[in-house]
């Protein structure tokens, strides 16, 4: 075998194995720069030899051809579906026939039969077959009417945790792996944000969005969603592999094939009930939506022996959880004024009970969605419920509009304070463009003049992630803001005794207190401050990045939309969104009074971040100036050729030609010959000198954080401090702080009540730290604590 084709099947036997470790266990080993390396070295290979690409590669997940129609795939196997219990008692009539049928007793000797069940999350997604045939996935097809479906393999192919060929060896040569594909929480608003981005229409739920996904025509749309597939069962198969469901399901997780890291096995129905419980607690808070929990008779023999009844198992049964959707009458719409002077509206609701929980109003996000659902008020809607989130309407049952339905009109004046209320179309800047898009923002021009906005801005700057002043609730500051004693952040460090102590709820040590929580807040570090002031769009990790990145509010003020893209995860849009919120006149006297008269003291490095101040490059910076036709490629190239800015400003266009073609040399040339453009290139160029992160600067950085590359997880309660500090102080030393514990966890810190992380922590061998050590690890470090 030649080298390439030899390292091409070490690349993919290398990041077959990755992806099993990262999509199956959930316990990546390679963080995912080192992936990236290796399957563009793959990609590469393949594209130099183009022979030697074949379908089960994890390049080819992604087809080319846009599919004109589904073809039909009629199942060998019928896809069944389950019957469902919607309480308890209904499971323990399914135990009762489930046992009846098994061990068929005298009716008095019933109770003492255990029947082992698995229990497993009833995902709400699309339920799709996975053929592998001698290990490879050869087809994949919809459930359709249960015995003909639509052959959709392009589209799960692009879906990123479905093995394209099996690991591992042992599976039958003939497989069809059965389950649910589906779409996280956080994937679904990603793709209702980028349709709402896009002018299409939104998802009504992740299960629209998972079906509606899969029945892309064009798979490159499918590859977009961040999809995610879960096996619970199999179709046809060519020969039997296990005895039990669940030891069915291990062998399939052994292949590659994921399955629910929620399966559990149970010994009775007791266990059945003890699981639905468990897993109703836990439905808000996971990560995917569950529409109710299955419950399948373990021993295969004894499945066989219950059969079906129509096209449900009698060995299976889905205990559903209340609907999250209702139906009910949108009474009216009121405008609400947010922190940004954003205009909004706020649906009014005949109040309906959702899962538990009564419903009088919705989010209606702007007059864009109102459009989207053509909604009137009158109307009957569908409202959902999701998580924590305040419910959203959905839908509008067209049918059952009534005559004097009227329609919703955003008013001309602001609701709060009356100011004018300012249309402005959505701009999207892309590529060197600026396009409008078909979205429009309402925004009440009053600022801090307006009390609605003030109170908003005031709440976001002492809450708890921002300057973090206790004692100072929602309703003190209406207080403070409809009796004008104060009218912007600035005014909070000018409050004296008398007038705390005149406000409702206060008495002489608690306005001592506040008035000391004050002062305390005068020392923040610059991340919280730039969360603090409440930029649109910044939130505490872009916060933490512009803080890291540029050292300095100074840097931070001026710096130009282009430089502050090089901060990661910063686009044109938000980098324009920061540049003229510092720019704006207003803004600069509340933070001049805050640094002056307020004499506020920002805890920065004053060092630009070492990674930050690498990613300058003329080539990047040639690229970031977005030369229509001129791309990452052309860009370099011009770097190498003319090495500073001023000669490719001053270059010829024939010069130029000596390296690209014509038509791109053309437009380089003409580019710069807009006077515009070329100050604007040489301002970038100058900030890059100014700040020392050009390429000929010398740098001084920040760089080389103890804890850099690090990640730790916090569990259980701190006494000593609170968690957000022990975050901020263990990111401040370079760690990143995350949320579960796997083998890539650096260190564990565990505190009383530490349940399972701290188990798992110790199954792993991780070093694990009470709240004493690592008190005693952040002194060494030489961090402050208390
Ligand atoms: N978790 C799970 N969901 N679900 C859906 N198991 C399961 N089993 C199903 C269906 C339709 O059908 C079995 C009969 C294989």
Redesign the pocket.
Known sequence: MKAAETRILELRAELDQHNYRYHVLDEPSIPDVEYDRLFHELKALEAENPHLVTPDSPTQRVGSAVLTAFSKVKHEVPM???GNAFEEAALYEFNQRVVQTISPLPNDLFSGVNVEYTC????DGL?VSLLYVDGRLTRGATRGNGTVGEDITENVRTVRNIPLRLMDGGWPSVLEV?G?VFIEKAGFERVNAHQIEIGEKVFANPRNAAAGSMRQLDSKISGRRSLKFCS??IGQVQRDFADTYYGMLQKLKKWGVPI?NKLRLVSDVEGCIAYCRDMSEQRLDLPYEIDGV?F?VNNIASQRELGFRARE?RW?I?YKFPAMEELTELLDVEFQVGRTGAVTPVARLKPVKVAGVTVANATLHNMDEVARLGLMIGDTVIIRRAGDVIPQVVQVVQERRPTHARAVEIPQTCPVCGSQVERTQLIKRSKGKETISEGAVYRCVGRLACGAQLKQAIIHYVSRRAMDIEGLGDKTIEQLVDEKLIGSPADLYKLKYEQIIDLEGFAEISSKKLLKAIDDSKQPTLARFIYALGIPDVGEETAKVLARSLGSLDRVIVALPEVLTYLPDVGLEVAHEIHSFFEDEHNQNVIGALLGECQMELQDTGDLGAEFAASATLGGMLDKLNIPSVGPGAAQKLADKFGTLEAVVKADWLDMRQTLPEKQAQAVRAFFDVAEHAQRALAIEQQLKDFGMHWQSEKKVVEGLPLAGQTWVLTGSLELMSRDVAKEKLEGLGAKVSGSVSAKTHTVVAGPGAGSKLTKANELGLKVLDEEAFVGFLKQQGVEVG
């Open positions: 069944l579906s389950l497993e999350p009833k995902l339920a059965r649910e619970y069962g629910s299955v399948k198992p299976a889905a």
